[in-house]
Nanobody, 125 residues
Framework: EVQFVESGGGLVQAGGSLRLSCVASGFTIRDNVVGWFRQAPGKEREKIACITTNKGTTTYSDSTLVRFTIWTDSPKNTLYLQIRGPNPAATAGYSC??????????????????WGKGTLVTVSS
């Protein structure tokens, strides 16, 4: 059974930094496309970034207003997201997900097949 456990969310001041983690079990992160998505209150879920480690492919959403970095740690089978310089508009539930093809990791992530429960990030002004 594929499972994700996200952590690292919480309260951060605008302009600060936060690192989110997503530990996977039941499959190998480096052999699949995995990504981070977020959903703010009253808004649709949106892609932040995706990575397919064994292909060396990383993509980021053009709509982000803060700096994100996505990477994986293969021995730990863990996906990470570094958030730098967020503003209150970045307040959202952040979830990791896995898919079959890198092109599936786009938009609202409807083609992604496995999801974590998410971790809440709240940015204070």
């Amino acid at each position: 059974e594929v499972q994700f456990v996200e952590s690292g969310g919480g309260l951060v001041q605008a302009g600060g930094s936060l690192r989110l983690s997503c530990v996977a079990s039941g499959f190998t992160i480096r052999d699949n496309v995995v990504g981070w998505f977020r959903q703010a209150p009253g808004k649709e879920r949106e892609k932040i970034a995706c990575i397919t480690t064994n292909k060396g492919t990383t993509t980021y959403s053009d709509s982000t207003l803060v700096r994100f970095t996505i990477w994986t740690d293969s021995p730990k089978n863990t996906l990470y997201l570094q958030i730098r310089g967020p503003n209150p508009a970045a307040t959202a539930g952040y979830s990791c997900a896995a898919g079959t093809r890198h092109i599936d990791c786009e938009g609202s992530g409807n083609e992604m097949r496995n999801w974590g429960k998410g971790t809440l990030v709240t940015v204070s002004s």
